[in-house]
T-cell receptor
């Protein structure tokens, strides 16, 4: 079984600043995948970034990067140069590598970017 | 690629009525998932299909809920009879084998009054 925990229900950041969202997870799988999804007010679920657990290098997508600490089972998301359009709820999620696995989500962090 | 298409976008119904939510996955994706999102419980996986076959329905809350996938391009989630506590946003998502990033539809907001 997998669990994902996001301990920050709400966060705010000034435009152009950097913010880090926290996530911890637990899984019994040897290999797995971790994700951050963004849900803006439109409610569309948008994949932001993906990390494969067997890769040591942290994933990066433009202004979004992760800090993946496998031993600590931590997977934080860093947003650099925050923009007003980054205002959204952010979900951390974990998926086992087997095809019978499921994508399990954390409770989400609401991020407000202030002008 | 039109993405995952869900209909309707909004549904308001009276308690006791039957509700049917629809989903068209991305062509070539062989997994389809139904999630429910509420403030109290977050995003919950209800059921998923692989090659049109239901694999895990352990998240379906009760017998009032049923899901079908008659072919690779269409799935339904039905609630009969509906209750106010079923009010939520229902998402459909799909993926292809060996890629674990799901693509989500825009969701159906269901309100049962």
């Amino acid at each position: 079984a997998q669990t994902v925990t996001q301990s920050q229900p709400e966060m705010s950041v000034q435009e152009a600043e950097t913010v880090t969202l926290s996530c911890t997870y637990d899984t019994s799988e040897n290999n797995y995948y971790l994700f951050w999804y963004k849900q803006p007010p439109s409610r569309q679920m948008i994949l932001v970034i993906r990390q494969e657990a067997y890769k040591q290098q942290n994933a990066t997508e433009n202004r979004f990067s992760v800090n993946f600490q496998k031993a600590a089972k931590s997977f934080s998301l860093k947003i650099s140069d925050s923009q007003l359009g980054d205002t959204a709820m952010y979900f951390c999620a974990c998926h086992g590598s087997g095809n019978t696995g499921k994508l399990i989500f954390g409770q989400g962090t609401t991020l407000q970017v202030k002008p | 690629d039109a993405g995952v298409i869900q209909s309707p976008r909004h549904e308001v119904t009276e308690m006791g009525q039957e509700v049917t939510l629809r989903c068209k996955p991305i062509s070539g994706h062989d997994y389809l998932f139904w999630y429910r999102q509420t403030m109290m419980r977050g995003l919950e996986l209800l059921i998923y299909f692989n090659n049109n076959v239901p694999i895990d329905d352990s998240g379906m809350p009760e017998d009032r809920f049923s899901a079908k996938m008659p072919n690779a391009s269409f799935s339904t989630l039905k609630i009969q009879p509906s209750e106010p506590r079923d009010s939520a946003v229902y998402f459909c998502a799909s993926r292809k084998t060996s890629y674990y990033g799901y693509t989500f539809g825009s969701g159906t907001r269901l309100t049962v009054v």
